[in-house]
Nanobody, 126 residues
Framework: QVQLVESGGGLVQAGGSLRLSCAAS????????MGWFRQAPGKEREFVAV????????YYADSVKGRVTISRDNAENTVYLQMNSLKPEDTAVYYC???????????????????WGQGTQVTVSS
């Protein structure tokens, strides 16, 4: 079993920055690709970013590309999402997720993920 706990969310002004963290326990993250998803009120959960188990490959949604960077520290079992130039439309609950490696290095579908965190709220004011 893998437990994921997100932190770092909060309220920021448009144009500001936040760094989200995801701490894992139960199993080393080196065995998993790690992704971030988000869900705004009234909308379905959507993909944001993913990093491969080795950290050698990343993939971003078009809506955040250029403003977001995903990284991981396997020694500390932690994944980060650095968000800059935030917009009101970035407001959502952000979820960390882990996908056990099965041949897809940077999965973007929810069905590819085995474990999910509880989410952390990000609110961007205009």
């Amino acid at each position: 079993q893998v437990q994921l706990v997100e932190s770092g969310g909060g309220l920021v002004q448009a144009g500001g920055s936040l760094r989200l963290s995801c701490a894992a326990s139960g199993r080393t993250l080196s065995r998993y690709a790690m992704g971030w998803f988000r869900q705004a009120p009234g909308k379905e959960r959507e993909f944001v970013a993913v990093i491969s188990w080795s950290g050698g490959s990343t993939y971003y949604a078009d809506s955040v590309k250029g403003r977001v960077t995903i990284s991981r520290d396997n020694a500390e079992n932690t994944v980060y999402l650095q968000m800059n130039s935030l917009k009101p439309e970035d407001t959502a609950v952000y979820y960390c997720a882990a996908s056990y490696f099965g041949g897809v290095s940077v999965p973007s579908r929810q069905s590819s993920y085995d474990y999910w965190g509880q989410g952390t709220q990000v609110t961007v004011s205009s």
